[in-house]
């Protein structure tokens, strides 16, 4: 009956896991006044009638804090990666020289700060929230492995193992969190 409670914990890891990553991703996407290329990861460019993301059709580098690159393989599509920064509504807005478009990063105001650190926030609770349904989940599938036979002395060890992965995960997003959250009211 162990396999329960190993098969339970780690489903809630996996899903804990994914919930995670999801997390750094989202706040990836939060920019900390800081140029970084990965700002313009859910920029979609219209390569040729097929939204295309602008990694795939172009070098994206940050020169210095303020500054990103973005290098189109094709010069023909400078204009239409222009487009798709200005359209992605990241507040960003391109110049050409001919050969590249250069990305002046603009420092943030206290108010955009806030607001970013408030967003960050909210994805932190998006992943708590997935956090304990994976609790959920892995607690459900403890509850069916005790009405199949599993005693009740390893159902609850089994649940305060899910309770103590939820809670270091739940941690984790908290230094995630805090992390980004000073990065964002750093000047």
């Not at 487009?83 to 420092?107: D, F, H, K, M, R």
């Amino acid at each position: 009956m162990q396999e329960a409670i190993d098969m339970a914990l780690e489903e809630a890891k996996d899903l804990m896991d994914k919930a995670m990553d999801r997390l750094t991703g989202e706040l990836r996407k939060v920019r900390a006044g800081k140029a970084h290329p990965a700002m313009l990861d859910s920029v979609k460019i219209d390569y040729y009638g097929t939204m295309t993301p602008i990694s795939q059709v172009a070098n994206v580098n940050s020169t210095d804090a303020r500054t990103i690159v973005v290098q189109p393989w094709e010069k023909p599509m400078l204009d239409p990666i222009a487009t798709g920064i200005i359209n992605a509504n990241l507040g960003l807005n391109p110049t050409s020289n001919g050969e590249v478009l250069i990305i002046n990063v603009p420092p943030l105001t206290e108010e955009r700060r806030i607001e970013l650190s408030k967003r960050a926030r909210s994805e932190g609770e998006a992943a708590r929230v997935s956090i304990r349904t994976a609790r959920k989940d892995a607690n459900d599938l403890l509850k069916l492995a005790k009405e199949d036979g599993l005693s009740e002395d390893m159902h609850k060890t089994g649940e305060a193992k899910v309770q103590d992965l939820t809670n270091a995960y739940t941690k984790k997003i908290e230094e995630v969190l805090d992390a980004k959250e000073s990065d964002i009211m750093t000047i």
